[in-house]
T-cell receptor, first 113, second 112 residues
Framework: ETGVTQSPTHLIKTRGQQVTLRCSSQ?????VSWYQQALGQGPQFIFQ???????GRGNFPPRFSGLQFPNYSSELNVNALELDDSALYLC????????????FGPGTRLLVL | KQEVTQIPAALSVPEGENLVLNCSFT??????LQWFRQDPGKGLTSLLL?????REQTSGRLNASLDKSSGRSTLYIAASQPGDSATYLC???????????FGKGTTLSVSS
């Protein structure tokens, strides 16, 4: 059984650029959630994907978008990057309809200059 | 709107001490509550998950309690070790399988 993996581990972009972050869910899990964690803060929910559809969204603007693929892996896309987008982006997978916890990946550290 | 607060923000203790981390939440209508551990720059590791119908969960030296009516949870760490040094995050789930709402965490340092 493989855990949640994310790529890349680190990324540096400049303001205005676009970025794509990737997440592979844990084997057997069909739901992926994305969180943004700024330095010194707790993670903030961005959105969740289930059956390739967005299934809940936090207080993030539309320039944050996502995809889920048939194999349950997922992408987070951020357009028109701003300096405040610099953060650790965490992906978590879970199995819908169970009381199991969400399992988190190691995260992608994004720095926007 | 659910808000989660963790006190203290930071804690330093000598090895071997027992300690308590606190978490409070504003809306008692929760589905579950979890405690996570985060090492610097890393992802989250789930420590304990308490369903709303439960009062406590135990794993090794860790014990977490939940009092929904007062909107509080505590994480008790017995006989602390330097390897316990990390940030501990409390998170509330308002519905099954949906977004977790996190506190800002308590950063624990255990000195040998």
């Amino acid at each position: 059984e493989t855990g949640v993996t994310q790529s890349p581990t680190h990324l540096i972009k400049t303001r205005g650029q676009q970025v794509t972050l990737r997440c592979s869910s844990q084997s057997g899990h069909n739901t992926v959630s994305w969180y943004q964690q700024a330095l010194g803060q707790g993670p903030q929910f961005i959105f969740q994907y289930y059956r390739e559809e967005e299934n809940g969204r936090g207080n993030f603007p539309p320039r944050f978008s996502g995809l889920q693929f048939p194999n349950y892996s997922s992408e987070l896309n951020v357009n028109a990057l701003e300096l405040d987008d610099s953060a650790l982006y965490l992906c978590a997978s879970s199995l819908a309809g169970t009381e199991e916890t969400q399992y988190f990946g190691p995260g992608t550290r994004l720095l926007v200059l | 709107k659910q808000e989660v607060t963790q006190i203290p923000a930071a804690l330093s203790v000598p090895e071997g001490e027992n300690l308590v981390l606190n978490c409070s939440f504003t809306d008692s209508a929760i589905y579950n509550l979890q405690w996570f551990r985060q090492d610097p720059g890393k992802g989250l590791t789930s420590l304990l998950l308490i369903q709303s119908s439960q009062r406590e969960q135990t794993s090794g030296r860790l014990n977490a309690s939940l009092d929904k009516s007062s909107g509080r949870s505590t994480l008790y760490i017995a006989a602390s070790q330097p390897g316990d040094s990390a940030t501990y995050l409390c998170a509330v789930g308002n519905q099954a399988g949906t977004a977790l709402i996190f506190g800002k965490g308590t950063t624990l340092s255990v000195s040998s």
